[in-house]
């Protein structure tokens, strides 16, 4: 299991460092169901077999996390 | 364990650190002992290959082929290497005198001293392009520290021409990966000498010699490579020319290596002797027209970096220990010279017509700087003596008596203008007050003790020369190139 | 007047000249096999560019990085980082009010420029990390978030731009990406005595789990992830400098 994990938890590190820089609020939903969309259409890394890339997905999660940690003003 | 790539490392490591710390307090007593860090680094290689990532010979049928990055050390990559060393520390050590120094500075040191020891070290040539590339960088960086328009001014001119040499290069380098499938330099030469030469392989050729000079300062960049010394700071000149210096004598060794033992070299040797005669030349003659202590030993610079080439160009064996000896020697003095020129800019300005009298002011600083002044036209018991005679005997020994007469004349040049700017600065009579003004001015015990130090190298060697050549002479051999003996013995 | 135009003449002459032996050279170009044979035969990661880049030749990737580090380092001190003295800036940018200011975009670019920027940082993590299975790496991945964070400035402003990448912020990504490199390679020399050794194993844990049939991923992605973030570092920097000139006023000392 780690083995499939280890990357998108990763990206979501990264996503995390990135998206406590952005200031603007973004809306949460919206972008899970974009991700999704462009995940899908992205398709998963090769030998990562699954229908759409959740390393994208757990990347902008990781990112709206970030972002939802430097909201409150 | 061989530790031979921690004298790339290390330095590359503490440049990123420093650039990160730039602002902080700490940075003067570090930058210290950095310089003193820097002395270890060339004594920890052990001589032989070393292999990066594990990568190491792998046969292709019966063709043994170096299929990672290479680096090798030998008693002559390890002179040159604790010479650059040498100058870097002692630069570092009279930085921590200025009061406006920051990580930058420091930072861009190191960074140059890592690329041009990787440039040395190196025996492969896209890792060489590479690190020829951060040098240039940095140099127009180091040029750009010192704050004034002119300096803006020539750093951006050399780095616009430096895009273009940088990418002439690196086409060169591509066109001879392509013509022999490998960038080993042994390696390629050995498929050079096997295979028909093809326009391809002329066009590597032409686009390295390109490379070559602008990284060393031969023709047509030596104004470019003159302006960036005249404009920085002069004690930063002092490693600039060492960059630039170790540049040349490692990019000469590479066509050396490649085209040596190639009919084509015949022709190469031509354009690389017409190069460095006119370098010798131009620099020497502009030089005497000099009115500026720092543009006349820029020159100065330019011409000796003629001299250096021309050895390597000659390419026998004799000539190339000439060559490399004399850029080593010239490192030392020069940088002894610049450090002087930094006193005198200290003190008043570097421009001769301001200063004058200076030797009641700093007779200890005058004799010193007579003494570079004397090693740098080749007066014994210095180095420079040491090296131009043997340049001499070696233009005699590869049949070309004219250029030894050129040698001579240069000399009587340098003579010149050496001498005329010590009794401008030191001899001319000047009034009262202006000598209480000199003397106001207290200069740190560092730069006269470097000084010291540099001189006495310039002396020790001067006297004891087999130190260096018995180092450097079993290397050279094996380099030189065996046709030109051949032909000389038997005209 | 004469001189002019004999000198141009001989530089275009040196041009063309130059030219033809250029084209001459590439024209009758054959490329010979050689070491790539090696290259393309043994299998390490599934994207052999990123084999090469990151195993074979790992040394010149570092310095490349380098070559982008310096060009920063030294476009830093273009605008006043570090300089001995100032007076040549504090004359060309001493009298000059110091403003940013917005161009007013339409309300399109401003709309889309946070959605697109935020997937544009999603799909450049996922470009570096899938670097070793995918096309692409630490380079591309990281020009990507650059690219969204140049997106965001431009049509917001620097004052009120919705992604705060502050210039220390991104100084400390740059020192940190090449650390990781430099320190990766130490590492390797430590387990095996080579630098930048392409570690497979430590103590039998991968050092990047990875599912089978990848080969041996070792420190690549480690290496991507530095490259990355070095590289996102370096061109938001160099973009930070050449929009705003609050950096040059702070480093002449004023403001």
Redesign the interface.
Known sequence: M???L??PF??MI??FI?GR????K?NIWF?LL??VV?GYL?GP????NFPL?Y??LF??L??LLGNLTVREK | MNLLPLIVVVPLITAVVFSYIYRSKYVKPLTLFIGFILLVLPLLGTYGPYFFGGHGIVYIGTIPLVSGIVYTLNPLKETMIFTLMLIGSIVLVLSTRERELSGVFTSLVLMGLASVSAVILTEDLFNLYVFYEIAAITQAGLVILSGTEEAYRSAFRYLLVGTMAGSILLLGVGLLLSATGSLNIGDMGRCLTVNPLTPTVYGGLLMLIVGLAYGGGLPPFHTLKADLYARAKPFVAAILQAYSKFILIALMLVVLKLFGNLPIFHTTRGVLIALSVFAMVFGTVMALLQEDYRKLLAYHTVSQGGYVALGLALGTPLAILAGIFHGINHTLYKSALFIGAHILDKIKSTDMRKVGGLLLVTPTLAFLILCAKLASIGIPPFNGFQSKLLLAEAVMNANMPELAVLMLILSIGTFLYMMKAFYLIFLRPCSEEQLREFKDVKISKYYILSLGLLLVLCLFLGIYPDIVIDRLYPVVEDIGVKWVLESIKNS | MKLSVSREVAVSLSFLLFGAGVFYSIYSIEVVEGVNAIYTHIKIVPNFVSAVLFDWRGFDTLGECLILINSVLVTGIVFGKGLFNWDFLKEVYGEEKCKDSDLGFTPIVKVLAVPMGVLLMALGILVILGGHITPGGGFQGGALISAAYVLAMVAFGVRRCPIRFTYKFLESLESFGALLFLILGLLGMVLSGYYLYNIREIWGIPPFPSPPGVGDVGIIPYLNIGVGLKVLAGLSTITVLLLSQRIISKNIGKG
């Open positions: 780690i083995e499939y280890f990357l990763t990206g990264l996503g990135l820089r952005i200031t603007a973004l972008y974009v991700g462009v992205l890394l090769p030998y990562y890339s390393s994208f990347s902008l990781g990112l």
